[in-house]
């Protein structure tokens, strides 16, 4: 009997045809009092029955409209999600994970039928939370035994690429205590080499302990986005000085100077930046970044430093790229700085041309 019945469902759940609703049917019908209370009737069915799964079964086969049966699904999903895993929750999971929805709506700009609901999503995604959550706890209990064994376990998680689990890697290191954490930066430092499979962990660490050397660890990753994320995420985790230096040693030393030429627009009204960036100007392969983040200097001063040096060089590329960069300003300082070289830049058609390339800014 219980065959018969499922082979009904999957008949029935992928040969119905699609209704598609517009936005006033599906106001009306998702603000229907009668709607709410019979979710909740089903809700309350499902957490509390000893077979959950033939609530469900019965919801699939009752006479709703699609719209009602899938936000009561929606709504159901929802709490399953909020709830810690269970095994007698896969069976729904499992449904709605090859669900094809039926009641759809016209998307605004394609004009193609999409789900009003999509329950596949919804559904996958709680794995997803499921995974992450379990992955946690096991990785709290690793933690507590050893961390040497944790972080071999790590390791794998890692090469498996899977996000959910990384997540729950993530959570269990912040759920750690102050000694456990400084256990597992000091076993980091000492017994693991950088490019050994575990960078991804070494930046996490670095980042979160705000621990300079393993930081500089991470940063010597032969993986280009292990680096620029580190990077990226040093003014969050050291003080505005340590990550304004580490930017810049990566400039003259790191495998990443574009990016982080482009990462100091942060830090656009230092001076030792500054003087850095303008520097670069003339660099092919910098200039472009260098000029963005000197334009997004609030240093009045810096236009008319600009207009100095534009007037000063004879090299094409730090010429234009100072263009660029008051261009890009906005500021008044960085209008009339370009007013002022407007007469040498008219008697240069490629650099006029630079000029007019660009919308808006100072003209």
């Known amino acids: 009997m219980r065959q018969l019945l499922c082979l009904f469902l999957y008949l029935g759940l992928f040969s119905a045809e699609a209704v598609v609703y517009d936005e006033t049917e599906i106001h009306r019908e998702l603000n229907q009092t ?10 309350t069915r499902y957490f509390t029955a000893k ?23 929606h709504q159901l999903l929802i709490a399953i999600s909020q709830q810690p895993p269970q095994a007698f929750h896969q069976y729904v999971i499992d449904l709605m994970k090859t669900y094809k929805p039926v009641a759809n709506r016209m998307a605004d700009e394609a004009h193609t039928p999409v789900a009003i609901f999509n329950l596949r999503s919804k559904a996958h995604g709680i794995e997803n939370i499921w995974l992450a959550y379990r992955t946690e706890q096991r990785f709290s209990q690793l933690f507590n035994k050893s961390t040497s064994e944790a ?36 076993y980091l430092l000492s017994q693991v080499k950088a490019n050994d499979g575990l960078d991804q962990l070494i930046s996490h660490v670095g980042l979160i302990s705000a621990n300079e050397a393993l930081i500089s660890k991470a940063l010597r ?21 340590s990550a304004k230096n580490f ?37 092919k392969a910098m200039a472009d970044s260098a000029a963005f983040s000197l334009s997004q200097s ?14 000063q060089s004879d090299n094409a590329i730090e010429q234009n790229h100072i263009l660029l960069a008051l261009k890009l300003n906005k500021s008044d300082a960085a209008k009339l700085a370009i ?3 407007q007469a040498q830049i008219q008697k240069n058609p490629k650099q006029n041309q630079w000029l007019k390339s660009f919308e808006g800014g100072a003209q």
């Open 34 to 43: 009668e709607l709410h209370q019979s979710s909740q009737v089903y809700l």
């Open 51 to 73: 077979k959950p799964e033939q609530v469900v079964d019965e919801l699939l086969l009752a006479n709703l409209l699609p719209i009602q049966k899938e936000y009561i699904l």
């Open 151 to 186: 972080v071999l376990a790590i390791k794998a998680v890692i090469t498996a690429q899977s996000r959910p689990q990384w997540l729950g890697v993530k959570n269990s290191i912040a759920a750690l205590t102050q000694s456990q954490l400084v256990e597992l930066n000091q």
């Open 221 to 241: 990753s032969e993986q280009t986005t292990i680096r620029e994320y580190t990077l990226r995420k040093l003014p969050q985790s050291l003080t505005q000085e």
């Open 247 to 283: 930017l810049m040693q990566a400039v003259t030393k790191g495998q990443d100077s574009k990016f982080s030429v482009s990462m100091l627009h942060q830090f656009s009204d230092d001076e030792a930046v500054k003087a850095l960036l303008i520097n670069q100007l003339s660099n």
């Open 298 to 311: 609030s240093d009045v001063t810096l236009p008319e430093r600009l207009k100095r040096r534009y007037l």
């Open 339 to 341: 007013t002022d070289i």
